[in-house]
């Protein structure tokens, strides 16, 4: 098949063929037929994520159509279309067990862990614990999109943030995470302050929902613009970006007992940021991650894009092939465009 793969860490990709992957006894090997470009496939071409041995293929935001499955699935056969949650969990440890599949002790990560979708072919282990069922309206570009960034958003502001209908909600960072928090935050009922250093992007974010908006480039200070919108401070704040500035803005503009949730990911120089301790213990401030979210709650946030509440498909933007791929990868270190790319060309 071909794929993307890189062979050292920070130097190009190239497309090659390589062998087809088989599935394991409970995996399935997929057809890729759209698979999402993220920050953290830049992430881990740069040598910032250990979990990765070279020569590598990348991708974790993946749909597509099963073609193989090992003789231990049950509950998948060739033909089904599928999409799977980046972090794939063992469906057997102390955390899967408890339903928190999102931080399997043992999970496997493709395109981390494991080869991933930047190619005609992946494979997926665990099968019955993880695929997910397309509606049969649901495109696969789209599909690919929720993979990471949108079912992240999702668990960050339903099941983590427990935003509630009239909340203020702050989201620092309109990229991917953040454009989609707005949109699910904003459909649940809260009122959604969009941060970010262009005009373009916060034009955006009021489209979907956000009813302010801060520009943080020519706002000298952010939090106290935030406190300022909300009349007294946001009651759950999410990093969307992943750097010390918005993570310490994301605490700091919540009031009393507000929730702040880390999503964009800190790694290498700003993996341990400055948290305004002093802050969270007299506000009873609470500091929560989100790290992607189990198969079995993606039936909810689906019948919510089903019957029209969320519109992840506005949020998909440049359609690639996988010759682009390298490119745009290597791309990604920089500031994100609007909307999600998608590689939907094998
Ligand atoms: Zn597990
Ligand atoms: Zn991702």
Same mark, same amino acid.
């Given at each position: /098949?071909?794929?993307?793969?890189?062979?050292?860490?920070?130097?190009?990709?190239?497309?090659q063929t390589v062998?087809?992957p088989?599935?394991?006894p409970e995996?399935v090997?997929? *057809?890729?037929?759209?698979?999402?470009?993220?920050?953290?496939?830049?992430?881990g071409? /740069?040598?910032?994520? +250990?979990?990765?041995?070279?020569?590598?293929?990348?991708?974790h935001?993946?749909?597509?159509?099963?073609v193989?499955?090992?003789?231990? $699935?049950?509950?998948?056969?060739?033909g089904?279309? @599928?999409?799977?949650?980046?972090?794939v969990?063992?469906?057997r440890c102390?955390e899967?067990?408890?339903?928190?599949?999102? $931080?399997?002790?043992h999970?496997?990560?493709?395109?981390?862990?494991a080869?991933?979708?930047?190619?005609?072919?992946?494979?997926?282990?665990?099968?019955?614990?993880?695929? $997910?069922r397309?509606p +049969?309206e649901m495109?696969f570009a789209? &599909?690919a999109?929720?993979?990471?960034?949108?079912?992240?958003?999702f668990?960050?502001?339903?099941?983590?943030?427990r935003?509630?209908?009239g909340?203020?909600v702050?989201v620092?960072?309109?990229?991917g @995470?953040?454009?989609?928090?707005i949109?699910?935050?904003?459909?649940?009922?809260?009122?959604?302050? &969009?941060?970010?250093?262009?005009?373009? *992007?916060l034009d955006?974010?009021?489209?979907i929902? #956000?009813?302010?908006?801060i520009?943080?480039?020519?706002?000298t200070? @952010?939090?106290? #613009?935030?406190?300022?919108?909300?009349n007294?401070?946001a009651h759950?704040s999410? +990093?969307?970006?992943?750097h010390?500035?918005t993570?310490?803005?994301?605490?700091?503009n919540?009031?009393?007992?507000?929730?702040?949730?880390?999503?964009?990911?800190?790694?290498?120089?700003?993996?341990?940021?400055?948290?305004? /301790?002093? *802050? @969270?213990?007299?506000?009873?401030?609470?500091?929560?991650?989100?790290?992607?979210?189990?198969a079995?709650?993606?039936? #909810?946030?689906?019948?919510?894009i089903?019957?029209? *509440?969320l519109?992840?498909?506005l949020?998909?933007?440049?359609?690639?092939?996988?010759?682009? #791929?390298?490119?745009?990868? /290597?791309?990604?270190?920089?500031?994100?465009?609007?909307?999600?790319?998608?590689?939907?060309?094998f």
């Amino acid at each position: /098949m071909k794929a993307v793969v890189f062979e050292k860490f920070g130097e190009a990709p190239t497309i090659q063929t390589v062998p087809d992957p088989k599935p394991a006894p409970e995996g399935v090997v997929i *057809k890729v037929e759209a698979t999402g470009l993220c920050r953290s496939d830049w992430h881990g071409w /740069m040598g910032h994520d +250990d979990g990765i041995t070279l020569p590598h293929v990348p991708g974790h935001e993946l749909a597509g159509v099963v073609v193989a499955a090992g003789k231990r $699935v049950t509950r998948w056969k060739a033909g089904e279309r @599928v999409t799977v949650p980046f972090a794939v969990g063992c469906g057997r440890c102390f955390e899967c067990n408890s339903g928190n599949h999102q $931080v399997c002790e043992h999970q496997t990560q493709p395109g981390f862990t494991a080869w991933g979708s930047f190619a005609e072919y992946v494979a997926i282990d665990h099968a019955d614990t993880n695929l $997910v069922r397309l509606p +049969d309206e649901m495109d696969f570009a789209t &599909a690919a999109s929720l993979g990471c960034r949108f079912v992240t958003s999702f668990r960050a502001i339903v099941d983590q943030g427990r935003v509630t209908p009239g909340e203020w909600v702050a989201v620092h960072g309109c990229g991917g @995470v953040g454009l989609s928090a707005i949109m699910i935050a904003s459909s649940m009922g809260a009122n959604v302050i &969009a941060i970010d250093l262009t005009d373009e *992007k916060l034009d955006f974010a009021k489209k979907i929902g #956000a009813v302010a908006t801060i520009n943080a480039a020519t706002t000298t200070n @952010v939090v106290k #613009a935030v406190k300022q919108i909300t009349n007294g401070g946001a009651h759950m704040s999410m +990093d969307a970006l992943g750097h010390p500035t918005t993570s310490f803005n994301s605490i700091a503009n919540l009031r009393r007992r507000g929730r702040h949730v880390q999503v964009g990911l800190m790694l290498a120089e700003h993996a341990r940021p400055q948290v305004p /301790m002093d *802050k @969270v213990i007299a506000f009873e401030l609470e500091i929560l991650g989100s790290h992607g979210m189990q198969a079995y709650r993606y039936p #909810a946030m689906m019948e919510m894009i089903r019957t029209g *509440k969320l519109k992840p498909e506005l949020l998909v933007g440049k359609k690639i092939s996988l010759e682009e #791929a390298p490119a745009a990868l /290597m791309a990604m270190g920089g500031f994100e465009g609007i909307g999600i790319g998608v590689v939907t060309k094998f």
